[in-house]
């Protein structure tokens, strides 16, 4: 009977719940000799675990905790893939826009077999898909063009196509894994070709401007819906344009 | 005691409350908050780049700025500014993001009464919205003591003129926990019980100020509750309704 009544005061009830800041989710003292990691949206003060932001909930085995949440303003995480904007060239570093607080860095040198010799060329204005290597608190974060083993992968410039600011929530939902119901669907009928940065920033590219136009207003209606309600909003959408 | 309110109201009820979210498209994080007639619109840009003179480089820095309906800014509303500013700082956890700036702009739509506590109600759901790290919630209410020496809530602008004294209380949210009943309390009292700003008008004696308070506190509960219901509903743009 105690084995039982002992669940009720257990983490567990606040998993997958909305949480508000403030709310105290977990409590250390009755960890014993376990690790948990900790993810956005948590603080610790003392023995209690407490929110800072409010959303839902999430815990994934082992021992993963994090609050999920939407945003329109990013602030950067190590490892994060994004969407830039270079706003200057200097002769060290790109200045790129990543829509947190502080301008990111990216070193002329972080591409694949980047030398002096051959530093790539980027305008202005162009748009860039790149990785957060560092981001520190009190310092702008660094940008590199090439995956954890130095090759370039499929960072680097994004030529042509559309690009256009979601919220952080909607990304991580088009980032997903299995595939969202969304992009699915889209895929079976569209051919189109589609970055999507963590700051919440999508490109997409096609053949023809009429399927940009297409998948990128699916993207952006489908803000808050579910799953199955992203398929029927597609079918409808599609079925319209045929 | 019987008490006449010219909207027929007991002297501890407060106005429909209503609130929502996410209504601005530009801004990082908005929320509009309405009492009665009186509502407020409050929009939030940021965490953005550095801090400004005077300010700590090593802590966020709040801003506030505010909108009157019609007019210039004046020394009361600097006033309101100061104490919305000051509420913010103290619940904001400032050391996540140093450096930065974040921008909170209150625009008045309608004053009817108890206008700045409106305000911080509304900059507290947009500051959520925004997902500002925040280390709880706060919940504002107006206590006005009348020249018979009774206590009222969340006043409308007629009734607020006819007081001798009245005072702005700003509490902590009723946060759900996991710990044991005894840890999460403060000295014997829960945290709810915790005053983040209190500013008073008028003279007012040692007694009613503790009335008001306790009747203070007895509303914040349901404000409390409130605010918790509409931010976890679903859709953020969806505005929640409450008697």
Same mark, same amino acid.
């Given at each position: 009977?105690?084995?039982?009544?002992?669940?009720?005061?257990?983490? =567990?009830?606040?998993?997958?719940?909305?949480?508000?800041?403030?709310?105290?989710?977990?409590?250390?003292?009755?960890?014993?000799?376990?690790?948990?990691?900790?993810?956005?949206?948590?603080?610790?003060?003392?023995?209690?675990?407490?929110?800072?932001?409010?959303?839902?909930?999430?815990?994934?085995?082992?021992?993963?905790?994090?609050?999920?949440?939407?945003?329109?303003?990013?602030?950067?995480?190590?490892?994060?893939?994004?969407?830039?904007?270079?706003?200057?060239?200097?002769?060290?570093?790109?200045?790129?826009?990543?829509?947190?607080?502080?301008? =990111?860095?990216?070193?002329?040198?972080?591409?694949?077999?980047?030398?002096?010799?051959?530093?790539?060329?980027?305008?202005?204005?162009?748009?860039?898909?790149?990785?957060?290597?560092?981001?520190?608190?009190?310092?702008?974060?660094?940008?590199?063009?090439?995956? =954890?083993?130095?090759? =370039?992968?499929?960072?680097?410039?994004?030529?042509?196509?559309?690009?256009?600011?979601?919220?952080?929530?909607?990304?991580?939902?088009?980032?997903?894994?299995?595939?969202?119901?969304?992009?699915?669907?889209?895929?079976?009928?569209?051919?189109?070709?589609?970055?999507?940065?963590?700051?919440?920033?999508?490109?997409?590219?096609?053949?023809?401007?009429?399927?940009?136009?297409?998948?990128?207003?699916?993207?952006?209606?489908?803000?808050?819906?579910?799953?199955?309600?992203?398929?029927?909003?597609?079918?409808?959408?599609?079925?319209?344009?045929? | 005691?019987?008490?006449?309110? @010219?909207?027929?109201?007991?002297?501890?009820?407060?106005?429909?409350?209503?609130?929502?979210?996410?209504?601005?498209?530009?801004?990082?994080?908005?929320?509009?908050?309405?009492?009665?007639?009186?509502?407020?619109?409050?929009?939030?840009?940021?965490?953005?780049?550095?801090?400004?003179?005077?300010?700590?480089?090593?802590?966020?820095?709040? #801003?506030?700025?505010?909108?009157?309906?019609?007019?210039?800014?004046?020394?009361?509303?600097? #006033? /309101?500014?100061?104490?919305?500013?000051? @509420?913010?700082?103290?619940?904001?956890?400032? @050391?996540?993001?140093?450096?930065? @700036?974040?921008?909170?702009?209150?625009?008045?739509?309608?004053?009817?009464?108890?206008?700045?506590?409106?305000?911080?109600?509304?900059?507290?759901?947009?500051?959520?919205?925004?997902?500002?790290?925040?280390?709880?919630?706060?919940?504002?209410?107006?206590?006005?003591?009348? #020249?018979?020496?009774?206590?009222?809530?969340?006043?409308?602008?007629?009734?607020?003129?006819?007081?001798?004294?009245?005072?702005?209380?700003?509490?902590?949210?009723?946060?759900?926990?996991?710990?044991?009943?005894?840890?999460?309390?403060?000295?014997?009292?829960?945290?709810?019980?915790?005053?983040?700003?209190?500013?008073?008008?008028?003279?007012?004696?040692?007694?009613?100020? /503790?009335?008001?308070? #306790?009747?203070?506190?007895?509303?914040?509960?349901?404000?409390?509750?409130?605010?918790?219901?509409?931010?976890?509903?679903?859709?953020?743009?969806?505005?929640?309704?409450?008697?």
């Amino acid at each position: 009977m105690l084995m039982e009544a002992k669940p009720s005061t257990s983490p =567990a009830t606040f998993v997958d719940k909305i949480v508000v800041p403030g709310d105290v989710v977990l409590d250390l003292s009755t960890f014993t000799n376990e690790t948990i990691k900790l993810g956005g949206g948590l603080r610790q003060d003392r023995d209690a675990i407490s929110v800072m932001k409010a959303g839902k909930l999430k815990f994934s085995k082992p021992n993963k905790y994090w609050v999920e949440s939407s945003q329109r303003r990013y602030v950067p995480c190590m490892e994060e893939t994004v969407l830039g904007i270079v706003v200057d060239c200097k002769a060290d570093n790109f200045l790129v826009d990543i829509k947190g607080p502080a301008i =990111a860095f990216l070193p002329v040198l972080a591409f694949e077999g980047g030398t002096r010799r051959n530093i790539p060329k980027f305008e202005v204005g162009a748009l860039v898909y790149v990785r957060v290597v560092k981001a520190n608190p009190g310092m702008n974060p660094e940008l590199s063009c090439t995956d =954890a083993y130095g090759k =370039a992968g499929e960072f680097g410039l994004l030529k042509d196509g559309y690009m256009f600011e979601t919220s952080t929530g909607l990304s991580r939902m088009l980032l997903s894994s299995p595939t969202c119901p969304l992009l699915e669907e889209l895929g079976k009928q569209l051919s189109f070709e589609i970055a999507v940065g963590l700051n919440g920033r999508v490109w997409v590219n096609a053949d023809s401007p009429s399927t940009v136009v297409v998948v990128s207003n699916a993207i952006m209606n489908s803000e808050s819906l579910s799953g199955v309600q992203q398929k029927i909003m597609v079918e409808k959408l599609l079925q319209r344009i045929k | 005691m019987e008490v006449d309110r @010219t909207d027929g109201r007991t002297p501890n009820q407060l106005r429909p409350l209503a609130c929502s979210r996410r209504i601005l498209h530009r801004a990082h994080g908005s929320a509009s908050w309405s009492q009665g007639d009186t509502k407020v619109l409050v929009a939030v840009y940021g965490p953005k780049a550095g801090t400004k003179k005077n300010e700590n480089p090593e802590k966020a820095c709040i #801003e506030v700025v505010w909108k009157p309906k019609t007019g210039q800014i004046g020394k009361p509303e600097r #006033e /309101f500014e100061m104490i919305l500013k000051r @509420t913010l700082q103290s619940i904001c956890v400032l @050391t996540v993001n140093p450096n930065t @700036t974040t921008s909170v702009i209150v625009q008045v739509v309608h004053d009817d009464g108890a206008l700045l506590p409106c305000a911080i109600n509304a900059a507290c759901a947009a500051l959520v919205d925004a997902g500002i790290p925040m280390k709880h919630l706060a919940v504002a209410i107006f206590c006005c003591l009348a #020249e018979s020496g009774y206590v009222i809530l969340d006043p409308t602008k007629l009734e607020e003129q006819k007081m001798k004294a009245f005072v702005y209380l700003v509490f902590p949210n009723s946060i759900l926990s996991v710990l044991p009943e005894v840890s999460s309390t403060m000295k014997g009292e829960p945290m709810e019980h915790g005053i983040i700003t209190s500013v008073t008008h008028g003279a007012m004696s040692e007694n009613d100020y /503790f009335l008001c308070l #306790e009747r203070g506190r007895a509303a914040s509960a349901k404000l409390s509750d409130f605010l918790r219901r509409s931010l976890q509903s679903k859709v953020p743009g969806d505005s929640s309704k409450a008697g």
